[in-house]
């Protein structure tokens, strides 16, 4: 009888901590926002995704990689050629998944490289199966020296009831490995601290 009661006795204290804990937690994290960082990237550098993970680790953010289900060729000119095409012809490549709380997040980063002066095909699809309603959306691009073209104007067509930042981050491909410091410049400029 002794040990029912003692067993009882540490259940229900160990409840009481963690609905205490759980309260401590919510109200920490009452009024910040929660971030992603989302992105696709193809070269051989990971251009895109070197971004990607500076704006993660100074933002503190999530962080999801866009996959096609098939993969673009790994010879540039045969990935060139396929991505003219399919953005010629307004193919959205199937992925191999999908964030399935988006609705959590309050503020997503969405870095692309610049394909014929448009996002990726898997970013376009990313925008197609995501509802970004209400969100603050946060576009950056890596180009070969087409800068972003339409890269931030595309997407916004794609998430029109949420709030683009009209100054997205656009880095050279040559330049992304070093970027570090320009990527903390821009956040300290579309972040409210």
Request: with cysteine; proline share 4%; glycine share 6%.
């Given at each position: 009888?002794?040990?029912?009661?003692?067993?009882?006795?540490?259940?229900?204290m160990t409840l009481m901590v963690s609905?205490?804990?759980?309260?401590?937690?919510?109200?920490?994290?009452?009024?910040?926002?929660?971030?992603?960082?989302?992105?696709?990237?193809?070269?051989?550098?990971?251009?895109?995704?070197?971004?990607?993970?500076?704006?993660?680790?100074?933002?503190?953010?999530?962080?999801?990689?866009?996959?096609?289900?098939?993969?673009?060729?790994?010879?540039?000119?045969?990935?060139?050629?396929?991505?003219?095409?399919?953005?010629?012809?307004?193919?959205?490549?199937?992925?191999?998944?999908?964030?399935?709380?988006?609705?959590?997040?309050?503020?997503?980063?969405?870095?692309?490289?610049?394909?014929?002066?448009?996002m990726a095909p898997p970013v376009a699809?990313?925008?197609?199966?995501?509802?970004?309603?209400?969100?603050?959306?946060?576009?950056?691009?890596?180009?070969?020296?087409?800068?972003?073209?339409?890269?931030?104007?595309?997407?916004?067509?794609l998430c029109p009831e949420s709030t683009?930042?009209?100054?997205?981050?656009?880095?050279?491909?040559?330049?992304?490995?070093?970027?570090?410091?320009?990527?903390?410049?821009?956040?300290?400029?579309?972040?409210?601290?």
């Amino acid at each position: 009888m002794h040990v029912k009661q003692f067993l009882l006795s540490m259940m229900m204290m160990t409840l009481m901590v963690s609905c205490t804990q759980g309260q401590q937690q919510s109200s920490k994290k009452e009024g910040e926002k929660k971030i992603l960082v989302v992105y696709y990237s193809w070269s051989e550098g990971k251009n895109t995704e070197t971004v990607a993970r500076f704006i993660q680790k100074n933002t503190g953010g999530d962080i999801f990689e866009i996959i096609p289900v098939n993969d673009y060729p790994d010879d540039y000119q045969a990935c060139v050629d396929q991505a003219k095409k399919e953005i010629n012809e307004g193919f959205k490549p199937a992925l191999k998944t999908k964030v399935e709380n988006i609705e959590s997040y309050d503020i997503i980063f969405i870095g692309t490289p610049n394909w014929w002066s448009t996002m990726a095909p898997p970013v376009a699809t990313f925008l197609s199966e995501h509802n970004l309603k209400g969100k603050t959306v946060i576009p950056f691009c890596t180009h070969g020296g087409g800068r972003e073209a339409r890269c931030f104007t595309d997407m916004a067509k794609l998430c029109p009831e949420s709030t683009m930042i009209e100054n997205g981050l656009v880095i050279s491909g040559d330049r992304a490995k070093a970027a570090q410091s320009e990527v903390e410049k821009w956040l300290k400029l579309v972040i409210n601290d």
